[in-house]
């Protein structure tokens, strides 16, 4: 075994990694999650508004 059967062995692996990565973040079952995460960043507006100090000036 040399080198180059190790990349061989390497570039097999990290393809099949790759591929399961793919079919897990398009699962349906994960939709649902990926939806509400989405959302989080406006969902933040409200908190910061409601801070107190949000759109004051200070001199």
């Known amino acids: 075994m040399d080198i180059n059967d190790l990349r061989s062995i390497f570039t097999v692996l990290v393809v099949i990694m790759f591929a399961g990565i793919v079919v897990w973040a ?3 079952k ?3 999650s990926f939806d509400e995460a989405a959302k989080l960043a406006l ?3 409200d908190v ?3 801070g107190g100090n ?3 000036q200070h001199n």
Request: charged share 45%.
């Open 43 to 45: 969902d933040d507006d």
């Open 26 to 28: 398009y699962s349906s």
């Open 54 to 56: 949000a759109g004051q």
């Open 48 to 50: 910061a508004v409601r």
């Open 30 to 32: 994960r939709k649902d």
